[in-house]
């Protein structure tokens, strides 16, 4: 019952019931799906206006109705799942009335990617790879900012190695991670080239950024820290970092997104089972439908990037201490 | 008679330029008494802050040397605390944890939470900023983040207060204000402060003694005027002070007469002009 | 009630009796290409047949031969469906340092030449054959030399260096007078294209209707369901099968690394035994159940092909051009005519066809070529297969070939080759003489060289 004389949910409840309110939302609302609706018209529009060998270009229909196609494929490989589990568990009864004593073997179902598992598989690879990323870019970036000597040993390199394509590390990271000996606990390899490529691939902006902000502390609190003579560590703590905390922010959306970008195009050659394979998977198969689960999946694609770019927006807005920064 | 507390000793410092090494200021000699407030006073350019910067330790003289109680100064730190002309505040902590910093880095351990607290409420209640304790300083005006800059400086008990014009940002009411307290301050904790600032009249209101820097480069003293009034000193009473008015007139004569630097865009045109028809006669 | 027990009693006697050698590794993962003849591995998935070994196996489709040739050797499949001739090659130690192994064969044939819509269009109609089928390529010397004239050079694709397809689709050019190139491993020239009238390069099979519609390649030979992908986009017209090329002969096989094989080998025979009861499956009472079949394999994560199309080569009614069928019962057969005995006359065969063409590049005794073959193809997995599905009654001995009195090659359909030529797989050397394109001797391989 607090609550609601707390002055917050004053505000928050007089928001709700102006009529402004409502109006600016309303008319948010209009414009994004106004937009949408173009879209879809242009796309249904231009489909029909293009045969490709595989039949017509699908429109947002026949996209529509593969997505529905994955998701009962989906219910079917649940179907599947408990079906196998049903005879495992005959199984048992029967070994168990052969011999009471039997050991019973009892072995997991294994499940055939699904549309779902796929994205999940995408979801996680792209999280590692990127927070695998961060780990390294930050340090690195942050001892590179500090030192203006660093920065002029590790610049050449930095910049050498940034334009390189995924596509063109991933003979090298596959070759590599062939060699090692993986034991069961890193995944599977495809899973570690894949994480590997989107590593090597997204740390750089993090990097360069971290390295920007840290470099960029205005001289006068490099003054006061001075005069207050921090330690290097509280000088690093206190001073520089959250001096420099919306460049890493920044830094970090930049390779998220491009994460994002790597993974999928990584997924295809090194075959981990996420919405790469599946994409690739779909060209391969070059059956009449396709096209459109190709565009379901390009949707999909796009959605899950707009969402991983909003997650690390909102996160950006809650540590961000200068307003005056871009956030949008 | 009060030992020195501070000496400037034939100060003075040049940068390595293309051109050659450009000596911004010479035999800079100053000895400044513990509890005096003490003005520096020039046009632009003319090193004030330098020298300022010099005292702080935040700039190294390439000649001369400074010294407080008998040790050398050789970098910063909170003895002698510095109020910027930017203010300086850490934008991500609020006006309570920028001056509970400093307190506690200068602390390190002697004082308790509680006296902690205490100490920082007291020092923002002297400059009146004890209802803006949880502001952040993008929520404040640029006079009330000044007034903080200053808490915190006082909070560190320097030695010597460094102040590198702390008012110039500020109106005239705001203004009037600071300069108060702070006269109230310095008569209660007897700092010592060297102040630099482009107010003549502040100069004097506030000062023992004022001094003023010829033009660079190579900026050194060139006077220094010793301001006998007795304190406390009130501006109202002093506006007609025939010798708060005599002081005035000294340092604006030293100013714009003796170091004239500004010069008058008209005459240096017709110097130009005649020139030209010198030239092509 | 007591009608469900003595199910499960009679149930669990069978599968006792079944799992009574305990297989060393149960959670398999096998590799596939997305072709036609993938069909044995989904069918003992998904008819059982695996999981009555007591076997839990996954079956991932790989994006190219190489892939899967390398995920095979580095232990990340277990087994896979592989090529005849990228196992014969690996052994020999050609293009990949792994050590491969074969004790089963999955399909004889399946594949086919097809070339571009325009290209048969500019064959003189003097020239096509009246079946429309089993032409020669000698109906490409026109083409070829109007290509000449203008500086262009045909390209050709085949799935890998290594596969049935490249020697088919040379063996067939050659048989037709046309060079299709040498290779030369040991300057370092691994393109095949040397003194080639016409360029054959690698695609992945399910690219290469894809291609061929860009005109980067203006024919190809591949497996199904490639072929009768481009001919029902009218991209393309089949001129020959590889079973009109050289009749009978071991097309993919169940590949495992000689480690794996060693490692696990009641595993190994529980695999052959699902795979060979899902063989005679799809063959049974006269191929009736490949209907059935084409519409498993044609879920997206098998071959994932349009039905219509799968169902074609599997049920036997193969397009040639587009509005010409005919009937092609055997083309594909998994396991009629002793299919699945892994013989070692293929594997000479394949050794024959890469000396030919230069991969192997010296020339090597009759000995030599029996020795590889021994290595590369080991029955013994399989003959224990057999024995154990003959003892509970799923087969009767007369299913299998007499191992016994096998011999190298396969009795009943023997090869006969479009060129008529006669292969004796004990003289090898003797073989390759009969070629007038190919690289016989000493002395020729010392010329390619120089060139």
Same mark, same amino acid.
């Given at each position: 019952?607090?609550?609601?004389?707390?002055?917050?949910?004053?505000?928050?409840?007089?928001?709700?019931?102006?009529?402004?309110?409502?109006?600016?939302?309303?008319?948010?609302?209009?414009?994004?799906?106004?937009?949408?609706?173009?879209?879809?018209?242009?796309?249904?529009?231009?489909?029909?206006?293009?045969?490709? @060998?595989?039949?017509?270009?699908?429109?947002?229909?026949?996209?529509?109705?593969?997505? @529905?196609?994955?998701?009962?494929?989906?219910?079917?490989?649940?179907?599947?799942?408990?079906?196998?589990?049903?005879?495992?568990?005959?199984?048992?009864?029967?070994?168990?009335?052969?011999?009471?004593?039997?050991?019973?073997?009892?072995?997991?179902?294994?499940?055939?990617?699904?549309?779902?598992?796929?994205?999940?598989? @995408?979801?996680?690879? *792209?999280?590692?790879?990127?927070?695998?990323?961060?780990?390294?870019?930050?340090?690195?970036?942050?001892?590179?900012?500090?030192?203006?000597?660093?920065?002029?040993?590790?610049?050449?390199?930095?910049?050498?190695?940034?334009?390189?394509?995924?596509?063109?590390?991933?003979?090298?990271?596959?070759?590599?991670?062939? @060699?090692?000996?993986?034991?069961?606990?890193?995944?599977?390899?495809?899973?570690?080239?894949?994480?590997?490529?989107?590593?090597?691939?997204?740390?750089?902006?993090?990097?360069?950024?971290?390295?920007?902000?840290?470099?960029?502390?205005?001289?006068?609190?490099?003054? *006061?820290?001075?005069?207050?003579?921090?330690?290097?560590?509280?000088?690093?703590?206190?001073?520089?970092?959250?001096?420099?905390?919306?460049?890493?922010?920044?830094?970090?959306?930049?390779?998220?997104?491009?994460?994002?970008?790597?993974?999928?195009?990584?997924?295809?050659?090194?075959?981990?089972?996420?919405?790469?394979?599946?994409?690739?998977?779909?060209?391969?198969?070059?059956?009449?439908?396709?096209?459109?689960?190709?565009?379901?999946?390009?949707?999909?694609?796009?959605?899950?990037?707009?969402?991983?770019?909003?997650?690390?927006?909102?996160?950006?807005?809650?540590?961000?201490?200068?307003?005056?920064?871009?956030?949008? | 008679?009060?030992?020195?507390?501070?000496?400037?000793?034939?100060?003075?410092?040049?940068?390595?330029?293309?051109?050659?090494?450009?000596?911004?200021?010479?035999?800079?000699?100053?000895?400044?008494?513990? &509890?005096?407030?003490?003005?520096?006073? &020039?046009?632009?350019?003319?090193?004030?802050?330098?020298?300022?910067?010099?005292?702080?330790?935040?700039?190294?003289?390439?000649?001369?040397?400074?010294?407080?109680?008998?040790?050398?100064?050789?970098?910063?730190?909170?003895?002698?605390?510095?109020?910027?002309?930017?203010?300086?505040?850490?934008?991500?902590?609020?006006?309570?944890?920028?001056?509970?910093?400093?307190?506690?880095?200068?602390?390190?351990?002697?004082?308790?939470?509680?006296?902690?607290?205490?100490?920082?409420?007291?020092?923002?209640?002297?400059?009146?900023?004890?209802?803006?304790?949880?502001?952040?300083? &993008?929520?404040?005006?640029?006079?009330?983040?000044?007034?903080?800059?200053?808490?915190?400086?006082?909070?560190?008990?320097?030695?010597?207060?460094?102040?590198?014009?702390?008012?110039?940002?500020?109106?005239?009411?705001?203004?009037?204000?600071?300069?108060?307290?702070?006269?109230?301050?310095?008569?209660?904790?007897?700092?010592?402060?060297?102040?630099?600032?482009? #107010?003549?009249?502040?100069?004097?209101?506030?000062?023992?003694?004022?001094?003023?820097?010829?033009?660079?480069?190579?900026?050194?003293?060139?006077?220094?005027?010793?301001?006998?009034?007795?304190?406390?000193?009130?501006?109202?009473?002093?506006? #007609?002070?025939?010798? =708060?008015?005599?002081?005035?007139?000294?340092?604006?004569?030293?100013? =714009?007469?003796?170091?004239?630097?500004?010069?008058?865009?008209?005459?240096?045109?017709?110097?130009?002009?005649?020139?030209?028809?010198?030239?092509?006669? | 009630?007591?009608?469900?027990? $003595?199910?499960?009693?009679?149930?669990?006697?069978?599968?006792?009796?079944?799992?009574?050698?305990?297989?060393?590794?149960?959670?398999?993962?096998?590799?596939?290409?997305?072709?036609?003849?993938?069909?044995?591995?989904?069918?003992?998935?998904?008819?059982?047949?695996?999981?009555?070994?007591? $076997?839990?196996?996954?079956?991932?489709?790989?994006?190219?031969?190489?892939?899967?040739?390398?995920?095979?050797?580095?232990?990340?499949?277990?087994?896979?469906?592989?090529?005849?001739?990228?196992?014969?090659?690996?052994?020999?130690?050609?293009?990949?340092?792994?050590?491969?192994?074969?004790?089963?064969?999955?399909?004889?044939?399946?594949?086919?030449?097809?070339?571009?819509?325009?290209?048969?269009?500019?064959?003189?109609?003097?020239?096509?054959?009246?079946?429309?089928?089993?032409?020669?390529?000698?109906?490409?010397?026109?083409?070829?030399?109007?290509?000449?004239?203008?500086?262009?050079?045909?390209?050709?694709?085949?799935?890998?260096?290594?596969?049935?397809?490249?020697?088919?689709?040379?063996?067939? $050019?050659?048989?037709?007078?046309?060079?299709?190139?040498?290779?030369?491993?040991?300057?370092?020239?691994?393109?095949?294209?040397?003194?080639?009238?016409?360029?054959?390069?690698?695609?992945?099979?399910?690219? /290469?209707?894809?291609?061929?519609?860009?005109?980067?390649?203006?024919?190809?030979?591949?497996?199904?369901?490639?072929?009768?992908?481009?001919?029902?986009?009218?991209?393309?017209?089949?001129?020959?099968?590889?079973?009109?090329?050289?009749?009978?002969?071991?097309?993919?096989?169940?590949?495992?690394?000689?480690?794996?094989?060693?490692?696990?080998?009641?595993?190994?025979?529980?695999?052959?035994?699902?795979?060979?009861?899902?063989?005679?499956?799809?063959?049974?009472?006269?191929?009736?159940?490949?209907?059935?079949?084409?519409?498993?394999?044609?879920?997206?994560?098998?071959?994932?092909?349009?039905?219509?199309?799968? %169902?074609? %080569?599997?049920?036997?009614?193969?397009?040639?051009?587009?509005?010409?069928?005919?009937?092609?019962?055997?083309?594909?057969?998994?396991?009629?005519?002793?299919?699945?005995?892994?013989?070692?006359?293929?594997?000479?065969?394949?050794?024959?066809? /890469?000396?030919?063409?230069?991969?192997?590049?010296?020339?090597?005794?009759?000995?030599?070529?029996?020795?590889?073959?021994?290595?590369?193809?080991?029955?013994?997995?399989?003959?224990?297969?057999?024995?154990?599905?003959?003892?509970?009654?799923?087969?009767?001995?007369?299913?299998?070939?007499?191992?016994?009195?096998? %011999?190298?090659?396969?009795?009943?359909?023997?090869?006969?080759?479009?060129?008529?030529?006669?292969?004796?797989?004990?003289?090898?050397?003797?073989?390759?003489?009969?070629?007038?394109?190919?690289?016989?001797?000493?002395?020729?391989?010392?010329?390619?060289?120089?060139?």
């Amino acid at each position: 019952m607090k609550i609601l004389h707390h002055p917050a949910f004053h505000q928050w409840q007089s928001q709700f019931s102006s009529t402004l309110f409502w109006r600016k939302q309303l008319k948010q609302s209009l414009l994004t799906f106004s937009g949408l609706l173009v879209f879809v018209l242009c796309w249904q529009l231009a489909s029909s206006q293009i045969q490709t @060998s595989l039949g017509q270009f699908p429109g947002p229909t026949q996209a529509a109705a593969q997505w @529905s196609q994955l998701v009962d494929e989906y219910q079917a490989e649940q179907q599947r799942e408990d079906a196998f589990y049903q005879r495992q568990l005959e199984r048992h009864a029967a070994l168990l009335a052969a011999d009471p004593q039997a050991e019973l073997p009892n072995l997991p179902y294994r499940a055939r990617p699904t549309f779902f598992s796929q994205i999940l598989t @995408s979801l996680q690879t *792209v999280l590692t790879g990127f927070v695998l990323a961060s780990l390294i870019a930050i340090p690195l970036g942050i001892l590179i900012g500090l030192s203006s000597n660093l920065y002029q040993v590790f610049n050449p390199l930095i910049q050498l190695f940034k334009p390189i394509s995924p596509l063109a590390w991933l003979p090298l990271v596959t070759l590599i991670v062939s @060699s090692v000996d993986l034991s069961a606990a890193w995944g599977s390899r495809s899973f570690v080239v894949s994480v590997c490529t989107v590593m090597l691939c997204s740390l750089w902006p993090t990097l360069l950024n971290t390295a920007v902000g840290v470099s960029q502390v205005p001289q006068d609190l490099l003054n *006061v820290s001075k005069v207050l003579r921090l330690s290097w560590w509280r000088h690093l703590r206190i001073i520089v970092l959250p001096s420099a905390v919306p460049m890493i922010f920044t830094g970090l959306r930049l390779s998220l997104g491009i994460a994002w970008m790597v993974l999928i195009a990584a997924e295809m050659l090194a075959q981990n089972p996420g919405l790469g394979k599946f994409v690739w998977d779909e060209f391969q198969n070059g059956s009449s439908n396709s096209l459109s689960r190709i565009c379901v999946a390009v949707l999909v694609i796009g959605l899950l990037g707009f969402a991983l770019d909003r997650l690390m927006l909102t996160l950006q807005r809650k540590v961000n201490w200068d307003k005056s920064a871009v956030s949008r | 008679m009060q030992k020195t507390h501070l000496e400037l000793t034939q100060v003075g410092i040049s940068f390595p330029t293309e051109k050659g090494p450009f000596v911004a200021l010479q035999n800079v000699n100053l000895h400044i008494k513990k &509890g005096e407030f003490v003005s520096l006073i &020039g046009h632009s350019g003319c090193g004030k802050s330098t020298v300022l910067n010099i005292v702080a330790g935040l700039h190294q003289a390439t000649a001369g040397g400074v010294i407080l109680n008998h040790k050398e100064v050789t970098e910063p730190g909170p003895e002698r605390a510095v109020v910027f002309q930017n203010h300086s505040l850490l934008p991500w902590l609020t006006v309570y944890q920028n001056v509970e910093l400093a307190v506690k880095q200068q602390s390190k351990g002697k004082k308790t939470k509680a006296e902690i607290r205490d100490w920082v409420e007291h020092n923002l209640a002297l400059v009146h900023m004890s209802h803006a304790l949880d502001k952040r300083p &993008g929520e404040i005006s640029g006079g009330m983040k000044q007034r903080v800059g200053i808490a915190r400086a006082l909070a560190m008990q320097p030695e010597v207060l460094l102040m590198d014009e702390p008012f110039g940002a500020l109106d005239a009411l705001t203004r009037a204000h600071l300069q108060d307290s702070l006269m109230e301050i310095q008569a209660q904790l007897n700092t010592t402060v060297m102040m630099i600032t482009h #107010d003549v009249d502040e100069a004097v209101l506030l000062s023992d003694r004022i001094v003023m820097m010829t033009n660079g480069p190579a900026a050194t003293i060139g006077e220094i005027l010793t301001v006998d009034l007795p304190r406390p000193r009130h501006r109202l009473q002093l506006a #007609d002070d025939p010798t =708060y008015n005599h002081y005035r007139h000294q340092v604006l004569s030293f100013l =714009y007469e003796k170091q004239r630097k500004v010069e008058d865009l008209g005459s240096k045109r017709a110097e130009k002009q005649q020139q030209k028809t010198q030239a092509s006669a | 009630m007591r009608r469900i027990a $003595l199910t499960l009693l009679l149930g669990a006697c069978c599968l006792s009796q079944a799992e009574a050698a305990v297989a060393e590794k149960t959670d398999l993962r096998l590799g596939f290409v997305k072709l036609t003849d993938m069909a044995p591995l989904a069918v003992a998935l998904e008819q059982g047949f695996f999981e009555d070994e007591g $076997l839990f196996v996954s079956v991932e489709a790989q994006a190219n031969w190489k892939v899967l040739q390398d995920r095979v050797t580095d232990g990340q499949l277990d087994a896979a469906h592989m090529l005849a001739g990228q196992v014969v090659a690996a052994s020999a130690g050609l293009g990949s340092q792994a050590r491969l192994q074969t004790s089963l064969v999955l399909d004889l044939h399946g594949n086919a030449c097809t070339v571009s819509k325009d290209i048969w269009q500019q064959v003189p109609a003097a020239q096509k054959s009246a079946t429309g089928q089993a032409q020669s390529a000698s109906v490409l010397q026109t083409t070829l030399n109007a290509y000449a004239e203008q500086g262009k050079t045909m390209q050709f694709g085949t799935v890998f260096p290594y596969s049935s397809h490249n020697y088919e689709l040379r063996y067939w $050019l050659a048989a037709g007078g046309i060079h299709p190139g040498f290779y030369a491993p040991e300057q370092g020239d691994n393109s095949g294209q040397l003194q080639a009238q016409l360029l054959i390069s690698v695609t992945p099979p399910p690219q /290469m209707p894809a291609t061929m519609e860009a005109g980067t390649l203006q024919g190809f030979c591949v497996g199904e369901p490639w072929n009768q992908q481009a001919v029902q986009k009218g991209l393309g017209v089949v001129l020959v099968t590889n079973e009109q090329l050289h009749g009978a002969m071991a097309e993919k096989v169940l590949g495992v690394t000689a480690d794996w094989a060693k490692a696990n080998p009641i595993t190994h025979i529980k695999l052959i035994k699902a795979l060979l009861r899902a063989g005679y499956w799809l063959d049974q009472n006269n191929n009736a159940n490949r209907a059935a079949a084409a519409k498993m394999i044609a879920q997206p994560h098998y071959v994932g092909a349009d039905v219509g199309i799968l %169902s074609r %080569s599997m049920t036997g009614t193969f397009e040639f051009e587009q509005g010409k069928t005919s009937q092609q019962q055997d083309f594909n057969v998994f396991f009629r005519y002793h299919a699945t005995y892994p013989f070692y006359a293929d594997a000479i065969w394949y050794l024959s066809q /890469m000396r030919r063409w230069g991969q192997i590049a010296e020339v090597k005794d009759d000995s030599w070529y029996l020795q590889q073959a021994q290595q590369v193809f080991q029955p013994e997995p399989y003959q224990q297969a057999a024995a154990e599905l003959i003892t509970e009654g799923k087969f009767k001995a007369t299913d299998f070939v007499d191992f016994k009195t096998a %011999s190298l090659t396969r009795p009943g359909k023997a090869s006969s080759f479009i060129d008529d030529k006669t292969f004796d797989p004990a003289a090898p050397n003797a073989y390759l003489q009969q070629f007038a394109i190919g690289q016989q001797s000493a002395a020729q391989i010392a010329a390619t060289a120089k060139n």
